[in-house]
């Protein structure tokens, strides 16, 4: 199949490895990806959804427009972009004046917008399109005898009837079951299903109790489990769980944070034997280990 | 709180669904809050109770909005169907409506490269990682002008339209 | 010859408490009833609840009819009923209903069973062997039962079957089988049958952990249960043995959590709609928790409103937490986080200190409510009705037990997730629909064989005849050795004859029976059988038609020891010797018992076939109606010049649409109308005498001052109530600040007009449910108001509205008003107790100050109007009323019922009832609803019938007692009473239960239960006692 990949902002921008390595590993899975060219943020939440209607639609029409212009349904890995695009489309299908509203300005694209094209995370896509057999007997390299954790991107949840894919959303397993696919042992902890907080404004406008919120979900799984690895699937995610350790750390003047975080189709692309320094390669809390775990074989 | 001041038909500028009329200040949308961890904290409740009052000021003034993680939970969660999230987008945007300090500076971004930050100028970076180069609109110089044009058509942007200019 | 009417038969398909109810009331008028349910047992939820509020004990035994008891079962409503008009099919669905009006066809599906539980003698070596284990329901998965088992556990008699869900068919059940009951190729077994009216009574699906998305939220581990199973956690015959234990480990719970409103007041689910029970229930689990668990149990409930909505409930609440410290948290939490520890994590918000906590508990139990809306599709679509706007069963809009469809009834939570008093008090009503219904129809009812009993030979020397069943239908072996024994018997002094028999239950077995006694000279009679509950009165029958007088045969259970070797280790053989000897031991003790008994004899009532209501509103009205259309003739006594009552005088319009002004007008033509009621205006009630079927009122006429007298055989108080009075608020100072009946009238007339206001302020709870008042919740003073609200909104889209709360009454399905209110821009704004808002006037205009709760900040309004909720009061009469009946009138100056929960409509005197609000404040609908349970159970005992006493009362000896009265004062039915004429001691023949509580408190022994006198009793003791002829016998 051929889906048109929507990159966002912080992917290409500050992790382009992520980028790489879904570049590498869906057309291996029979995931063929065209790119949405000349395609604007998405919008993200605190830009034009915080300022007015119309440029929030518009944006997001802009977007949807491309791919469907090309045929294609739209694969996200980022979780906000997903969410910002899943709503936007959602709000324009089911209103008649606001679909029109955006035709008439995206009028001089020379597009027009129908709401054929769906948004789908990439996620989902591996889960329901590629499944975990697929995977299991794709890859070359595995995780076996690493201990992982999850963490469901909130915006693939929340609020279900909209983003929702799972069966059950107040029990996600998609990425768990994925990730388990590639030979690693999940492990649940208490705090399994809280949200990273690095999202928005709250990291930015109270960074001390944000940096506490995360820092009890970091510490549960420091307590509860054998995690070698965070594993993602969401820049956002990624990110900042990967980033906040290391304040964390300097903060207490500790190393007790260095749990290494990857995005799903990272661990994916070590384990298709892509070259680490491509497909890995930006991190903050160093991921050598598990990557010369991965590759050792 | 001043509730003389109180407008009874706020409602109807930021947030204008029955949605919003059905909450019964339950307080679900409090507990499983990020943001509601924050100092201050961002207590969603309390927004929308503030709406159906039409607290002006109080609104006005209220930075709390801002915090939202977008995670939806609360919006999950309501028993009412608030869509609470949706409430906090309106909230917000009546906001910058009537305040033009609280534009967020992204969109000025967006406006002038079309992203939040620069994307596909990474050149070097993307080539050492096995990337093509990216196609984006800051490089399609005639697909920007024709979406700052789409932009300039939207009231906000429009509006502020001093903070788009070409420098 | 004149074709026999078909005797009247009546479906009720729904064996929870309301349908057993409606079964009994049906069956002792006379009517045929078929109680089915689909489960395998009967008693619906009950049969899992210990304690019920706000009693906090059972009292399900109490549906079991007092005069005329001995037609019934007399024991443990949770273990069984039996009734000789009673045809019960448990584990039968109802697939068909075809036909009209009186004349329904009703396809039945009999699920098989696989085990014929006629034979079985539940002795359970098949349950040891099975090897299949799987969760057991009855206990909601908590513990594990077998392929075959018990449905539930405490059962008799035994009605064990096999899940063929979960059954291998290994077999090895037939192996160890000793009756060969077991056939594991059993069909379901299809029964058509005719009915001529259908009681609906299914009870309502509830929301549950398993089947619903969202409450995965919450049920995150095996100690996060729902109530239900909470309920068989701290039952007896529960889970952990009536301790509170957490299902993980068995650790004790000492923290619990309740979160409320679980499935209900849910728009997002499309379910907005209140569960009405969920608040009480979880304030009882609450209770009982920390009187089972000790009072360091601590309780947290988190809410949204606290529906203490029903009579005394809020005393229960009050009770709850002031006196058992049960901490209530008003929040909803999002949910429920599992700890390492296995603890259970919650975080809410406080909104007074305006912080969050999160506080961690042992065990979390979520309140779960009703999901009705598939249970009356399912229902609407058997019937060939279409559900109505609410997605219900669609029903009268007055009647809430009438289906739109003649002939077809609903009850209990079939009508929305009702309390107790409600699902009894449905029951009755549609027993009641169901006899006028057919009252009106061609049919006939049970006739009581009369057989004439011999006259007593008190003087002759008591010869006893024993008769033995063997029994061996249900063993292959006996435990007993039936020669030994009867020799045995035979050497006793007063015993005439000894004939052993078998299948006496069979009626070839009857018959030989009835030949043998034929030639009996015996004057006593002495049967060992089996279930002596069930065929006692066909036994006591037979023994009339024999020639013995019923009081003087005595049937014992003898079966149980004939099967006893089976539930024993030992080998039968080296057994036998004890089980005859305990055979023998026990039928010698019943021959000395019946030795002594006398001769008693059962009186027939005289019955007055009027009735007495008490009260002209809608109720009273209702109710004369009812048993006017059934025959009945009625005297009705109203204390004004009107009829109507409040409701009928004063409400143009409730806010379901029903309108009692007119309705009362309606029902004035027709029972001014009606050739068998009497009105009898301006006259008040001064004083009763007598009893069931014999009452002498005396009636004083206000207007000429004369008195006269009404006999009757019944009476129901129908007094009413009125809208509460008040002086709080400034309320007389100001013509800004009204009641909400004043707000109401002056809208319909005009004389207030709203068009203008800028500013509405309403507060509720004004001098109720509080401890200086009215300690009570009047129910309707919520919904009175928002149908308030919305007049006001009508008329002025734009006037602010606020009601100011404390919990908001909007149960059941009247939360749909709620929606209706907030949607309609009313804001609600809750306060608490010791918060109350402060009214002030300023140029004779009020002034309100109040605590906003959610912002934390205080809130000043100067409305154009300030309308009080003040609740409804008593009719101070009542007390003069009570007086005069001889009847109980609580605090609160309303009717005080036999039992609250079993016995809503009834006074502990037998033949006086209630309904209405002199019971307690209530909607129209309830009103109604009670009068009709009110009428029926006056009609049961006025419909011609023949009504006997018990053989066994309490009598009492004149010459020996002393008219202290302590056995008057102490009966707790209200049976005895001293008559100051005669100067005696009059016992209630109808009445007396025969309890034995005069016998204890007479110190002269003049208190005697006929038939246990003190000489019976020692009698027994003695034959225990002694020596064991037997040994000298068998050896």
């Not at chain 1, 969401?234 to 990857?262: E, R, S, W």
């Not at chain 3, 049906?26 to 019920?52: F, M, R």
């Not at chain 3, 309390?419 to 006028?436: K, N, P, T």
Request: contains cysteine.
């Amino acid at each position: 199949m051929e889906l048109c990949l929507f990159l966002g902002c912080n992917t290409p921008a500050i992790r382009p490895d992520v980028e790489r390595a879904i570049r590498a590993t869906m057309p291996e899975l029979g995931v063929d990806l065209a790119d949405a060219e000349g395609y604007v943020c998405c919008p993200a939440f605190g830009s034009f959804p915080s300022t007015d209607d119309d440029s929030y639609l518009a944006s997001s029409g802009w977007n949807l427009s491309i791919a469907e212009a090309k045929g294609l349904d739209i694969m996200v890995q980022c979780g906000s972009c997903y969410s910002s695009l899943r709503m936007g489309r959602d709000h324009l299908a089911h209103d008649e004046e606001k679909l029109a509203r955006v035709n008439e300005l995206i009028e001089l694209t020379g597009r027009k917008l129908e709401c054929k094209t769906k948004v789908r995370h990439v996620s989902e896509i591996l889960y329901n399109e590629v499944g975990a057999e697929k995977i299991s007997k794709t890859i070359k390299k595995n995780l076996n005898g690493l201990h992982g954790i999850v963490q469901y991107p909130c915006h693939t949840l929340f609020p279900s009837e909209i983003v929702g894919f799972e069966e059950s959303p107040r029990e996600p397993k998609a990425l768990r079951i994925l990730t388990e696919a590639m030979g690693a042992t999940v492990d649940h902890y208490s705090r399994e299903l809280q949200c990273c907080g690095g999202a928005g404004g709250f990291s930015k406008s109270s960074p001390a109790e944000a940096t506490e919120f995360t820092k009890t979900k970091l510490d549960a799984i420091i307590d509860e489990t054998k995690a070698d690895f965070i594993v993602v699937s969401c820049i956002t995610c990624l990110m900042y769980l990967d980033n906040i350790q290391k304040k964390l750390n300097d903060a207490q003047g500790t190393d007790k944070y260095h749990i290494p975080v990857f995005d799903y189709n990272q661990l994916l692309a070590l384990c298709m034997g892509f070259d680490p320094k491509q497909v890995a390669s930006i991190c903050t809390v160093p991921r050598n280990k598990v990557i010369d775990r991965i590759t050792a074989g | 709180m001043d509730f003389s001041q109180s407008d009874k038909d706020l409602w109807k500028q930021i947030y204008n669904t029955k949605d919003l009329l059905h909450c019964f200040n339950c307080s679900t949308c409090l507990s499983g809050c990020p943001a509601s961890h924050g100092d201050p904290p961002l207590l969603v409740r309390n927004l929308a109770r503030m709406v159906v009052y039409g607290l002006e000021e109080d609104l006005l003034n209220d930075d709390t909005p801002w915090a939202c993680v977008s995670c939806s939970r609360c919006e999950e969660m309501c028993p009412m169907d608030v869509k609470p999230f949706e409430m906090i987008l309106a909230i917000r945007r009546w906001q910058t409506l009537n305040d033009e300090t609280r534009v967020p500076t992204a969109i000025v971004e967006i406006y002038k490269r079309g992203y939040t930050q620069s994307v596909g100028t990474n050149t070097e970076l993307r080539a050492s990682l096995g990337l093509p180069e990216l196609q984006t609109i800051t490089k399609m110089p005639e697909m920007l002008k024709l979406y700052q044009e789409m932009l300039m058509k939207t009231p906000v942007v429009s509006e502020n339209d001093y903070m788009f200019n070409e420098e | 010859m004149a074709e026999k009417k078909p005797t009247g038969t009546v479906l009720v398909a729904g064996a929870g408490v309301s349908g057993i109810k409606a079964a009994i009331e049906l069956a002792e008028i006379g009517y045929k009833v078929l109680l089915t349910d689909a489960s395998p047992q009967i008693g619906g939820i009950l049969a899992k609840l210990d304690n019920q509020f706000p009693t906090d004990h059972c009292g399900m035994c109490r549906m079991l009819p007092m005069v005329g008891r001995e037609y019934a079962s007399q024991y443990c409503m949770r273990k069984g009923l039996y009734h000789e008009n009673i045809e019960i099919l448990p584990f039968t669905e109802l697939k068909r209903v075809e036909g009209d009006a009186g004349n329904y066809t009703v396809e039945l599906l009999k699920k098989a069973r696989y085990i014929d539980t006629e034979k079985c003698n539940g002795l359970g070596e098949c349950i040891r062997v099975c090897p299949v284990e799987t969760a057991d329901e009855f206990n909601h998965g908590l513990t594990l039962r077998k392929a075959v088992y018990k449905p539930v556990p405490h059962n008799t008699p035994q009605m064990l079957l096999i899940d063929m869900d979960t059954c291998t068919k290994c077999g090895e059940c037939l192996k160890v089988c000793p009756t060969n009951v077991i056939n594991l190729e059993a069909e379901d077994e299809p029964l058509t049958r005719q009915v001529h009216a259908i009681v609906l009574a299914s009870g309502v699906k509830l929301y549950n952990l398993k089947d619903f998305e969202d409450a995965k939220s919450w049920a995150v581990s095996p100690d996060v249960v729902s109530s239900l199973a909470f309920e068989r956690i701290i039952s007896g015959s529960g889970t952990f043995d009536g301790t509170i234990r957490r299902p993980s480990d068995g650790k004790p719970a000492r923290k619990i959590a309740w979160v409320q409103c679980m499935g209900s007041r849910n728009r997002r689910q499309k379910r907005d709609y209140c569960s009405s029970i969920c608040c009480m229930f979880a304030l009882k689990e609450a209770v009982l928790a920390k009187e089972k668990g000790g009072d360091d149990v601590e309780t947290t409930i988190f809410y949204m409103d606290m529906r203490t909505f029903g009579k005394d409930f809020y005393r229960y609440y009050e009770r709850a937490v002031d006196e058992h410290g049960v901490k209530l948290i008003r929040c909803r939490v999002q949910q429920v986080m599992l700890n390492p520890d296995k603890s259970l994590s919650m975080r809410y918000f406080d909104s007074e200190t305006q912080e969050f906590f999160v506080s961690d508990y042992d065990m979390v139990v979520l309140s779960t409510g009703q999901v009705p809306y598939e249970t009356h599709k399912k229902l609407a679509d058997l019937l060939h009705v279409d559900v109505n706007s609410q997605n219900l069963l669609p029903t009268d809009p007055y009647d809430k037990v009438k289906l739109v469809k003649p002939g077809v009834f609903l009850c209990g939570s079939l009508m929305g997730l009702t309390d107790l008093s409600e699902a009894i008090s449905s029951g009755i009503a549609a027993a009641g629909q169901v006899s006028r219904f057919l009252s009106g129809m061609d049919v006939s009812l049970l006739e009581e064989e009369e057989i004439p009993e011999p006259t007593a030979k008190d003087r002759d020397e008591p010869l006893v005849s024993v008769v033995l069943c063997k029994c061996s239908e249900k063993t292959q072996e006996s435990s007993v050795d039936f020669n030994v024994l009867g020799a045995g018997l035979k050497k006793l002094n007063s015993v005439g004859e000894v004939n052993i028999m078998d299948m006496v239950c069979s009626d070839e077995g009857k018959q030989m029976v009835l030949d043998l006694l034929a030639k009996s000279k015996c004057n006593r009679l002495l049967i060992g059988a089996c279930h002596p509950f069930m065929y006692r009165k066909s036994l006591k029958n037979l023994a009339k038609k024999a020639g013995f007088s019923a009081s003087l045969f005595e049937i014992i259970d003898l079966s149980s020891i004939v099967h006893k070797g089976f539930f024993e280790p030992q080998p039968v053989e080296s057994a036998k010797k004890d089980y005859t000897r305990l055979a023998y031991n026990e039928i010698r003790a019943a021959v000395e018992n019946l030795k002594l008994k006398p001769a008693l004899h059962v009186e027939t009532l005289s019955i007055n076939p009027a009735a007495l209501v008490v009260g002209g509103g809608i109720a009273g009205m209702h109710a004369a109606l009812s048993l006017a259309q059934r025959g009945v003739e009625v005297h009705l006594v109203e204390k004004t010049d009107k009829l109507g009552g409040y409701a009928g005088t004063r409400i143009e319009h409730t806010i379901d649409g029903l309108t009692p002004v007119s309705m009362a007008k309606d029902m004035t033509i027709k029972v001014l109308e009606h050739k068998y009621i009497t009105l009898h205006k301006n006259c008040e009630v001064v004083a009763t005498q007598g009893s069931l079927g014999a009452f002498e009122t005396k009636i004083r006429d206000i207007s000429s001052q004369e008195n006269f007298y009404l006999n009757h055989g019944a009476a129901i108080i129908a007094t009413g109530g009125h809208e509460g009075a008040t002086d709080e608020y400034e309320y007389g100072n100001s013509d800004q600040i009204l009641t909400q009946a004043e707000l109401k009238d002056g809208l319909a007339t005009g004389e207030i007009d709203v068009s203008e206001a800028e500013t509405i302020v309403m507060i509720q709870c004004v001098g109720s449910r509080q401890k200086e008042g009215r300690e009570y919740c009047s129910r309707i003073c919520c919904i009175g108001a928002i149908a308030n609200a919305l007049s006001i909104r009508e008329k002025n889209p734009e006037a602010r509205i606020f009601i100011l709360y404390r919990d908001v009454m909007t149960y059941g399905f009247n939360e749909q008003y709620y929606t209706k209110a907030r949607l309609a821009g009313i804001v609600f704004v809750s306060y608490s107790l010791d918060n109350k808002p402060k009214v002030e006037l300023t140029d004779g205009s009020p002034v309100i100050t109040f605590t906003e709760p959610v912002l934390n900040a205080e809130m000043q309004l100067t409305p154009d109007y300030l309308i009080l909720s003040t609740g409804v009061d008593a009719e101070a009469s009542n007390r003069d009323v009570g007086k005069a009946f001889g009847l109980p009138v609580n605090e609160d100056g309303f009717f005080v019922e036999a039992d609250s929960k079993w016995r809503p409509v009834e006074f502990l005197k037998v033949g006086l009832y209630v309904a209405g609000v002199a019971h307690s404040p209530m909607t129209l609908k309830d009103a109604i609803l009670q009068a009709e349970a009110a009428a029926h159970k006056t009609y049961a005992y006025l419909s011609g019938r023949k009504i006997h006493t018990a053989h066994t009362i309490s009598r009492v000896h004149d010459a020996i007692c002393v008219r202290c009265q302590r056995c008057v004062d102490i009966c707790p039915y209200g049976a005895r009473s001293y008559d100051e004429v005669l100067d005696r001691i009059i016992v209630d023949g109808a009445t007396c239960q025969a309890c034995g509580m005069c016998g204890v408190a007479c110190q002269n022994n003049a208190a005697e239960i006929m038939g246990f006198s003190d000489k019976q009793i020692m009698a027994v003791i003695d034959a225990k006692l002694s020596k064991d002829p037997m040994a000298t016998t068998a050896e």
